[in-house]
């Protein structure tokens, strides 16, 4: 296998960016570039040099439908709960087929089939107070973490080999009483049961439910409302238009470049072309 560069990683994952805005204009879906990659609009017409994936996200219903539309996509691979039997994300990842990864990531739980992806949020509906979110933060995120902790060695997740061995010896026990209580199937419909408890819209804040204890995670649904064409490495994609509101909030000065040091992925990746 040959390694692919940083140029090549994100011109294949635009590809895909541009493959999925084309199928969400078809059907009248809306969706947003987000988070690093909605600075990469503002500051840079594209991708922040060193990263090396497009985030995007969706009201819930969009992305169902648009889950459902890729299911039976020959072009790209869909790696979600509704395609795979195990799958340690609560969010989509579509993939290009003919690469791979390697990961830094020991018993990471990575899906065989990943390779340069794009990523899609659902974004859902959450409750009106600091308190009730965090509460349902809490129920969320239990289940996720849990989910993750019956899928195989998982439970041992660690970038450094003496800690995962650790915890594979260490944990096994306390992953064997959580598999007693319910499987990886158990935790995984418990998460969605509860992720769709609360209808996007029915309430005036939403999120990406792993985030929203932290004020940059909850967003007013109104943000979701209204889209508009924005450039990205020289193509003409979806955002929202209140998304300088989003990234003050997130990242503050957005504009300014980060230290020299921190101009490093944050991904545990290398991306490979598959021998054909």
Known sequence: MRELSMTEVQQKAVEILLYVDDICRKHDLKYTIFYGSLIG???HKGFIPWDDDIDIVMPRSDYDKLLHILQGDTHYNLLAFETREKFRYP???????????????????????LGVFLDIFPIDGIPE????????????EQYRLNMMDTLD????RSYSLPKALGKLLLRYPYHRRLVHEGNYTHWRDLYQKEALSIPFGSTEYCGYLEWIHIDWGV??????MEYEDVEFAGHKV???????????????????????????????????????
């Open 153 to 156: 060695h998982c439970y041992a």
């Open 91 to 113: 969010f989509a990842k579509l993939v290009d087929p003919n690469t791979t990864v390697k990961t830094t990531q020991y018993f990471g739980g990575e899906d065989p089939g």
């Open 129 to 140: 107070t600091k308190e009730q979110r965090e509460r349902f933060r809490q129920i969320t």
């Open 219 to 224: 967003f007013p649904v109104k943000w979701f």
């Open 238 to 276: 979806m955002a929202i238009k209140a998304r300088k509101d989003f990234l003050t909030l997130r990242y503050g000065d957005y504009m300014k470049m980060p230290p020299e040091e921190e101009r490093v992925t944050h991904h545990p990746y290398r991306f490979y072309e598959k021998d054909r």
């Open 41 to 43: 609009v503002e500051r």
